[in-house]
């Protein structure tokens, strides 16, 4: 029986509130209005991201209600289109995306950045457009997640803040290019733009820092340096890379004077993974004057790195990554190409597998360090 322009009932993970276990629910997913998309989830990865706004210092900001569906990080098949929407059809398979492309305005046509910001002050506060959400719970609206909300069954999002991508693309795997992976890799071939034979440090080893590592590599890069506190994290840089890993709690120095002695000098290019300020201080530093590039793909909201200006002054740069400097309905697919063709890795990513009620064990498994990535399936 077709659901089209019919409310689903169907599972979510819910967070009621910050800092507590998610709850399981029976949701209500409504049609999707103009310009927009329902999607059938069908797995999703489970980010740093979620974990920190839900318990880290994003925890309770005013500005991002609860309750809310978190998850921005998957792949699924298209349920239904709204009316006006030219692009999609029941059947296709999609990745949402938490950045927007609507191809028009000036940021779009830009070949300088991909930080569109049609619907951005929407999504941040987990709204669509007309500034209401599509899913409900026990009649009280649910927020999603940077627009997404992708621990739900079903989902709608914009028509702007989805990829289609091609038919034979197992979504239980390119989900992770929703986020994690490409904002890794992105961070080291578009925004630090590493050269052949250049020497790198990246700054923790999840799956973005994974993701920077196998781009350091892509780009042909001589060293890369692996730096994490937990050295569990090192066979799996090696494999996808790294020549070299360093744990900073096994020297008495500051990591960057040892990444300066180990490269006499600094790296050319550091690339910061972990989302913590002293850490974005330590990558910076890390660079070799003259011409070192710092990029951060971290995400803190509230607290400040800091800089001694005399670092900017003799040469270094220090620059952000958001969704790594990725062009999002356009580069997704190519992303989606790259994995199929075998020049991007995904699969080694993955850890764990889990059903959608399990998931505050994916929260567990990633804040103890015990997994890379954890798909649920939904
Ligand atoms: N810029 C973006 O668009 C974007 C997208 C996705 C994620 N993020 C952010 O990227 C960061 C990493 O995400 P993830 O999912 O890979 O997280 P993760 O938790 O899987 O990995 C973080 C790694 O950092 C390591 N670490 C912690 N403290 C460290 C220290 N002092 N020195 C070195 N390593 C340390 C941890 O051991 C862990 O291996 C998070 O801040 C996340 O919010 C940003
Ligand atoms: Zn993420
Ligand atoms: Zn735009």
């Not at 349920?79 to 950045?99: Q, R």
Request: hydrophobic share 40%; glycine share 10%; with cysteine.
């Amino acid at each position: 029986m077709s659901t089209t322009g019919q409310v689903i009932k169907c599972r979510a993970a819910v967070a009621w509130e910050p800092g507590k276990p998610l709850v399981t629910e029976d949701v209500e997913v409504a049609a999707p209005q103009a310009h927009e998309v329902r999607i059938k989830i069908v797995a999703t990865g489970v980010c740093h991201t979620d974990w920190e706004y839900m318990y880290g210092t994003g925890k309770g900001m005013k500005f991002r209600p609860f309750p809310l569906v978190l998850g921005h990080e998957a792949a699924g098949v298209v349920e239904s289109v709204g009316p006006e929407v030219t692009k999609f059809s029941p059947g296709d398979k999609v990745i949402p995306l938490f950045l927007p492309q609507c191809g028009e305005c000036e940021r779009c046509l830009s070949p300088k950045t991909n930080h569109c910001r049609k619907n951005w002050a929407n999504t941040q506060v987990g709204v669509l457009a007309d500034g209401t959400s599509r899913i409900s719970c026990k009649g009280q609206q649910v927020y999603q997640f940077l627009g997404i909300g992708s621990f739900s069954q079903f989902t709608v999002v914009p028509d702007i803040s989805l990829a289609k991508i091609r038919d034979d693309a197992p979504l239980e795997k390119v989900c992770l290019l929703g986020c994690g992976v490409s904002t890794g890799y992105g961070a080291a071939l578009k925004t630090g733009k590493v050269e052949k034979d250049s020497s790198c440090a990246v700054f923790g080893l999840g799956a973005v820092g994974l993701g920077a590592v196998m781009g350091c590599q892509v780009a042909g890069a001589k060293r890369i340096i692996g730096v994490d506190i937990n050295p569990d994290k090192f066979a799996k840089a090696v494999e996808l890379g790294a020549t070299e890993c360093v744990d900073p709690r096994d020297h008495s120095k500051p990591i960057q004077e040892v990444l300066a002695e180990m490269t006499d000098g600094g790296v050319d290019y550091a690339l910061e993974c972990v989302g913590s300020p002293a850490v974005m201080t330590a990558a910076l530093e890390s660079t070799r004057d003259a011409w070192g590039t710092c990029v951060i793909a971290g995400w803190t909201e509230r607290e400040a790195m800091s800089v001694v200006v005399e670092k900017l002054l003799m040469g270094r740069t220090l620059k952000g990554t958001y969704f790594g400097g990725w062009k999002s309905v356009e580069d997704v697919p190519k992303l989606v190409d790259d994995y199929m063709n075998n020049k991007l890795k995904l699969d080694e990513f993955i850890t764990h597998n889990l059903p959608l009620d399990q998931i505050n064990v994916a929260f567990d498994l990633l804040k103890s360090g015990k997994s890379i990535r954890t798909v649920i399936s939904l």
